[in-house]
């Protein structure tokens, strides 16, 4: 259980500065009330296609790192358990 043990905190932290950097380069996208007054559309041909681009794929990797990160950190706990 000792070699599990640092196998899954090895693979965790490179998990944690994965998940750091990625979350450190991604831009704020929100455009806040000047968006909302100026009428900034959700409906035009680019946010439609954002998933193609470099950002919607950073927000993808973000996002499935996340949910890794919450299994590990589960799995961590039941293995420290034991």
Do not use: H, P
């Amino acid at each position: 259980m000792e070699i599990a043990k640092y196998i899954v905190t090895g693979i965790y932290a490179v998990i944690c500065i994965a998940l750091i950097i990625l979350v450190l380069k991604q831009n704020k996208d929100d455009s806040g009330a000047s968006g909302t007054i100026v009428g900034a559309s959700a409906n035009n041909f680019y946010e439609k296609n954002k998933g193609k681009t470099t950002e919607g794929k950073m927000k993808r990797a973000t996002i499935i790192l996340m949910i890794i990160f919450a299994i590990l950190t589960v799995a961590l706990g039941i293995l420290y358990l034991v």
